[in-house]
């Protein structure tokens, strides 16, 4: 199986599709018919290239997402001291 190669300006205009317009990552490499890991590499390749930052619809999607994942980490946290604290009230008694 031959790998392909993508053009730079392919590339950078797929990374726009998500940085730019609000796509998701899967559904952008679904919708240029490439893998999704191949385009999680290039965002962040180009990333520190000036004009490929997150803007717009892009940007917004990006920090929601952020603060899902993070809401997701804190919820779980919250759950495991809940239980240590109940251990420990128990080994109080």
Do not use: C
Request: zero cysteines.
């Amino acid at each position: 199986m031959a790998r392909r190669k993508y053009t730079v300006e392919f590339k950078r205009s797929a990374v726009q599709l998500v940085n730019q317009q609000g796509y998701s990552v899967p559904k952008a490499a679904k919708s240029l018919g490439i893998d999704a890991h191949n385009l999680r590499s290039w965002l962040k390749t180009f990333s520190d290239e000036e004009g490929m930052a997150p803007t717009g619809e892009g940007a917004v999607a990006a920090e929601l997402r952020r603060l899902r994942k993070e809401n997701a980490r804190l919820v779980i946290e919250r759950e495991i001291l809940k239980k240590a604290a109940a251990f420990f009230a128990r080994e109080q008694s």
